[in-house]
């Protein structure tokens, strides 16, 4: 069975930090760009960050020298280290596969709840 | 960055009802337009990708059509489990957006 399975939310402190890791099974991991995407509670869905088959990250302004994406193929794991945190990053987090380049993101995970108060 | 905006942000239907959600770019993205539904408390799930295409094990009620900057999302006949929040996105280019969302709910 194709499945994410995210880990590593909690609370952290505003200016804090938290790893978030992301655990994929059923597919060649390795094969695949994959993605974090957030929701805040009651909102919307926001793209956070992106790395390709070949290492190359993307991030949007919002998170843009604060959050690192990164993977390791041969723990088939996504990681996103999320520093400097504030209010505005509290959401559930969702690892995500990119079906392949400019296509859909046709996998999710359950989501893990990052909250960030003091 | 490319703007996607659904409309309605609502609406209220009944079992049956044919049901029509648009969303509109920014800019053209051709047909890099992918829509997914969201039920409370789960992740989203893909229904349509490429504008058109249907996800596998998505039902044929479900069909989407448009490219350039007007797409729309059809559900040709409401079923009880369809009632959810549904959203587009963009493929075309980082950074990936995605629409504010649809609330089908229960008329």
């Known amino acids: 069975e194709v499945q994410l399975v995210e880990s590593g939310g909690g609370l952290a402190q505003p200016g804090g930090s938290l790893r978030l890791s992301c655990a994929a099974s059923?597919?060649?991991?390795?094969?695949?760009?994959m993605h974090w995407v957030r929701q805040g509670t009651g909102k919307g869905l926001e793209w956070v960050s992106a790395?390709?088959?070949?290492?190359?990250?993307y991030y949007p302004g919002s998170v843009k020298g604060r959050f690192t994406i990164s993977r390791e193929n041969a723990k088939n794991s996504l990681y996103l280290q999320m520093n400097s945190l504030s209010a505005g990053d509290m959401a559930v987090y969702y690892c995500?596969?990119?079906?392949?380049?400019?296509?859909?993101?046709?996998?999710w995970g359950q989501g893990t709840m990052v909250t960030v108060s003091s | 960055d490319i703007q996607m905006t659904q409309s309605p942000s609502s609406l209220s239907a009944s079992v049956g009802d044919r049901v029509t959600i648009t969303c509109r770019a920014s800019q053209s993205i051709s047909k890099y337009l992918n829509w997914y539904q969201q039920k409370p408390g789960k992740g989203p799930e893909l229904l349509i990708l490429a504008a058109s295409s249907l996800q596998s094990g998505v039902p044929s009620r479900f069909s989407g059509s448009g490219s350039g900057t007007d797409f729309t999302l059809t559900i040709s006949c409401l079923q009880p489990e369809d009632f959810a929040n549904y959203y587009c996105?963009?493929?075309?280019?980082?950074?990936?957006?995605f629409g504010q969302g649809t609330k089908v709910e229960i008329k």
């Open positions: 790395i390709g088959t070949a290492g190359d990250t």
């Open positions: 059923g597919f060649t991991f390795s094969s695949y760009a």
């Open positions: 996105q963009q493929s075309y280019r980082s950074p990936w957006t």
């Open positions: 995500v596969r990119e079906r392949s380049s400019k296509d859909a993101f046709d996998i």
